[in-house]
């Protein structure tokens, strides 16, 4: 049984709608990017984890989770000093 990252996908969304309608909106649109490439990940179903091929998932998931948490560290750094 696959087990969908639904609280991620839907706090960038609600993220995204947030700083869109106040205004930040060369954040808002980082962010848009973010919350495009999660959807493209969840509608195809790769953002799903199947536990009992948690290690032979475990390659590809890495490179996702790298990705995200890169954007939201770099999405810190700009928020905190900006």
Same mark, same amino acid.
């Given at each position: 049984?696959?087990? +969908? &990252?639904? +609280?991620?996908?839907?706090? &960038? =969304?609600?993220?995204?709608?947030?700083?869109? =309608?106040?205004?930040?909106?060369?954040?808002?649109?980082?962010?848009?990017?973010?919350?495009?490439?999660?959807? #493209?990940?969840?509608?195809?179903? #790769?953002? $799903? =984890?199947? +536990?009992?091929?948690? /290690?032979? &998932?475990? +390659?590809? &998931?890495?490179?996702? #989770? %790298?990705?995200?948490?890169? %954007?939201? =560290?770099?999405? $810190?750094? /700009? $928020?905190?000093?900006?």
């Amino acid at each position: 049984m696959c087990r +969908p &990252q639904i +609280p991620e996908v839907a706090g &960038q =969304l609600v993220l995204t709608g947030t700083l869109l =309608l106040c205004g930040k909106w060369v954040v808002g649109l980082l962010h848009v990017g973010m919350s495009v490439y999660l959807l #493209r990940l969840w509608l195809s179903k #790769r953002i $799903f =984890l199947e +536990p009992t091929d948690a /290690f032979k &998932q475990l +390659p590809k &998931q890495k490179s996702i #989770r %790298f990705v995200a948490v890169g %954007f939201y =560290l770099a999405s $810190f750094v /700009f $928020f905190v000093y900006m």
